[in-house]
T-cell receptor, first 113, second 114 residues
Framework: DTAVSQTPKYLVTQMGNDKSIKCEQN?????MYWYKQDSKKFLKIMFS???????INETVPNRFSPKSPDKAHLNLHINSLELGDSAVYFC????????????FGPGTRLTVT | KQEVTQIPAALSVPEGENLVLNCSFT??????LQWFRQDPGKGLTSLLL?????REQTSGRLNASLDKSSGRSTLYIAASQPGDSATYLC?????????????FGGGTRLMVKP
């Protein structure tokens, strides 16, 4: 009955590799997001995506790209991983309606060695 | 650019105490403000959502208030319990944000001692 789920929960990889994190929501929402929580626990938005448009936070390197096979899924692809990419990545979803509450997944802890 | 600040960064109280967590934001042009709870190593759980037209929201022992003109919100926790120990985050949805993206504060780490 998990509303927003992510896989894997933990991901350890080496610099230079390419990796993906998957996200699925079963809430029927039309908008999904990716957030990054750094070592200081500060959460920052990376992407907002619905079936109409992708909004990218200008600070996100183009090595990061979201891919949505359908409305219920938004996967995060990361190319050429760097040490600074180590963080916890959270997926979230909501209705596009500006009053919509956002629901978060459990997070994926990425460690780049 | 919207900035969200939470004070204090950490708080330790004895069980049973009533407490207030503070959140301030620099731009009052927001659609709503959301309070979250994050347990160590876990995701975020939404606690309360206050629309810009509202003054407060209540859920059980939690009460959140919003003063948009002054850029402030407070989360009041009544009769605190050890199970309330967690990090509490506030986030605002700016009006000028096309992507409905939230801007988060740095959080308040709460410890309630038995």
């Amino acid at each position: 009955d998990t509303a927003v789920s992510q896989t894997p929960k933990y991901l350890v990889t080496q610099m230079g590799n390419d990796k993906s994190i998957k996200c699925e929501q079963n809430l029927g929402h039309d908008t999904m997001y990716w957030y990054k929580q750094d070592s200081k626990k500060f959460l920052k938005i990376m992407f907002s995506y619905n079936n109409k448009e992708l909004i990218i936070n200008e600070t996100v390197p183009n090595r990061f790209s979201p891919k949505s096979p359908d409305k219920a899924h938004l996967n995060l692809h990361i190319n050429s991983l760097e040490l600074g990419d180590s963080a916890v990545y959270f997926c979230a979803s909501s209705q596009w309606d500006r009053l919509g509450e956002q629901y978060f997944g459990p997070g994926t802890r990425l460690t780049v060695t | 650019k919207q900035e969200v600040t939470q004070i204090p960064a950490a708080l330790s109280v004895p069980e049973g105490e009533n407490l207030v967590l503070n959140c301030s934001f620099t731009d009052s042009a927001i659609y709503n403000l959301q309070w979250f709870r994050q347990d160590p190593g876990k995701g975020l759980t939404s606690l309360l959502l206050i629309q810009s037209s509202q003054r407060e929201q209540t859920s059980g022992r939690l009460n959140a208030s919003l003063d948009k003109s002054s850029g402030r919100s407070t989360l009041y926790i009544a009769a605190s319990q050890p199970g309330d120990s967690a990090t509490y985050l506030c986030a605002v949805r700016p009006r000028d944000n096309a992507g409905n993206m939230l801007t988060f504060g740095g959080g308040t780490r709460l410890m309630v001692k038995p």
